[in-house]
């Protein structure tokens, strides 16, 4: 029922760009804040940004100046652009769902997708 559906991964050299996509469904999509979540091999997962429902975002500052979150609500999709991308940008980028932006390791989020590659070359 529920869904969150991430894409856009893939592989990029170091400087490059991406976008990702999380298309959501089953919910009440304009109520719910909407992160992004990553983990890389052998490291705990870690919050990258997250946009509220009213459209006021965050990011961590790994990624401040290199990311753009957005969403389109006609769409039920949320965005995450990232510029100059880096080798330790590498990692399973997960969406996720909440009435709020909260935990930085996205405790208590309501629902999550399966995640998208995203690898970085040097």
């Known amino acids: 029922e529920v869904q969150l559906v991430e894409s856009g991964g893939g592989l990029v050299q170091a400087g490059g760009s991406l976008r990702l996509s999380c298309a959501a469904s089953?919910?009440?999509?304009?109520?719910?804040?909407i992160g992004w979540f990553r983990q890389a091999p052998g490291k705990e997962r870690e919050g990258v940004s997250c946009?509220?429902?009213?459209?006021?975002?965050y990011y961590a500052d790994s990624v401040k100046g290199r990311g753009t979150i957005s969403r389109d609500n006609a769409k039920n999709t949320v965005y995450l652009q990232m510029n100059s991308l880096k080798p330790e940008d590498t990692a399973v980028y997960y969406c996720?769902?909440?009435?709020?932006?909260?935990?930085?390791?996205?405790?208590?989020?309501?629902?999550w997708g399966k995640g998208t590659l995203v690898t970085v070359s040097s």
């Open positions: 996720a769902a909440d009435p709020i932006c909260g935990s930085s390791l996205g405790y208590g989020m309501d629902y």
């Open positions: 089953g919910f009440t999509f304009d109520d719910y804040a």
């Open positions: 946009i509220t429902s009213d459209g006021s975002t």
